[in-house]
């Protein structure tokens, strides 16, 4: 026979998103992918051409990164400079794509022909296109998705750390030795800490 209250069961664990779950697993898989073709890459010629390749890809990667931060600087100092002239910045058709022309440009930085060949497809324009149009309507979905709770409901489960889910309000007040309930401590309290 117990007596006294029984501890409740923990709430069950949330389930980890998808991209928790099998980004670990693709981040290895594409390491293994990598190591092997270079090390194919290499039986088949030898390791000078691997080396070759690899830093062609540093330099090639390197110089359409600067381009794509040149460009998206110049197009920032141009909207800037319109909106300070009090006229509305107009839209530039190559504005668009840079980041994902940084992208590109890391992606041959990385070593490794894997990441090479997805670097080089990101740098055609029509792939970018269509990347960014993905990721656009990607992004208004789950901002639609987001929306449908309040923003009181986001702070309340922010603030719950709890299993039970219980958030109690309050200030801790510590008895300092030497002093009665009723007496008041001389000078300023230490503050409270965790």
Known sequence: MT????TPYPAARPRRSR???FLPLGAAAWLVLEIWLLTMVAGASNGLVVLLLLVAGLVLGSVVVKRAGRRAFRNLTETLQQQQGGTAPESRPNSEGNGLM???GLL????GFVSDVLGLVLL???VQRAVSRY????????LREAAQGSLGDAFRQARIHRPDGKV???EVVRDEPGHTSGDTPQGPRPPLTR
Do not use: D, H, S, Y
């Open 19 to 21: 991209l928790r779950t």
């Open 3 to 6: 007596t006294g209250a029984q």
């Open 168 to 170: 109690v309000q309050g």
């Open 102 to 104: 940084m992208l590109g």
């Open 108 to 111: 041959l930085i990385i070593p």
């Open 135 to 142: 990721a656009e309507r990607t992004f208004e979905r789950k």
């Open 124 to 126: 055609v324009p029509p």
